[in-house]
Structure formats: C-alpha cells, structure tokens
C-alpha cells in the first residue's frame, strides 16, 4: 500500500467510520460494511485498517465513493492553498479559478452520492444554498483540533475572513 493510500484510509477512519458504539457487532468486526451493513467474507471486505482492537470493513460498492469524498475535499484543499489567484479571491467572496471550480463540483458530486446533505458554514453556521455551491462561493477548511484534525465548509469573504473561526 502506498503512502496516499495510507493516508487516504487514515482521513476515512477519522472522517468517514462512523463511531464504532454507531455499529452493529458484525461491522465493528468486520463480517459487515460499516456504511451499507451488507455481510462480507475476508475475500470481499476491504480493511480500513482503523486499529488494534477494532475491524472495520468496506464492501467494494461503499469504499470507492467514500474515498472520493475524502480526495476530493483533500484535492480542493490542497488546491486553494497553494493557488495564488484563489488564495486572493476567497478573501473577497469572487470565483475560484476553473480548477477549483471543477474541484468543488467534484466534492459537492461525492456528497451527494453518499447523501451527506448540503456542507454548513463553520463561520456562520448556516448551510451553504445551492446558489452559493453553484457559484463556488465557499471552500474546504482544516484545522487541528485538542485532540484530532477537523475538517469543514466556510464561505468564502466575510465568513473566512471572520478571525474567530481560523
């Protein structure tokens, strides 16, 4: 397994499992899919590798498109930070540039696909409306927590120019 890999399932265990006290005995053992709960065999389930202790499996319908989740976000991240013209244009609510626009529609289509509802603002707290998706009017936020990364949505201008949130 490649270090991206590892890293890949090392954001689906702290932004994709759900809790293990949220799953059944056969998922947290992995006889069962932590998202579907479709029993699996060793031959068909996909370790997620979350710890000592613990067995989380994916089917291999669930895994590809929670991963997209995960690199999509990670790939508009990576993006934004180190792109000059949208690093100035999320200060001041204007479009990113055609490549973070096509990241964020990529992000918004995992979503959607693993019905994770529309992304809230951690500046304002409010969700982020089609129109504003459609504009591309917000961007992926990381941040480390006490004790773990978080991720999130803020809008782009006031919201992420709001100090109390970075």
Known sequence: MSATEDQDLTDLQ???IPHMRQLTTEQNTGAACVW???PL????GINLHAGIGWAPHSCPTCYPIRTAV?????????????CEPCEAAVLVGDRLCAEATSGQTALLRARVAVDKGPPVCISCHHPITEAELEEGAFVPLAW???????????????????????
Request: glycine share 8%.
């Open 41 to 44: 065999t060793p031959a068909t």
């Open 70 to 82: 995960v690199s999509t976000y990670r790939t508009l991240y990576l993006h934004w930070t180190s």
């Open 144 to 166: 480390m927590g006490y004790s773990s990364p978080h991720r999130g949505f803020v809008h782009t201008g006031p919201c992420l120019r709001n100090g109390s949130t970075l």
């Open 14 to 16: 702290f932004f994709e």
């Open 36 to 38: 579907c709960a479709e």
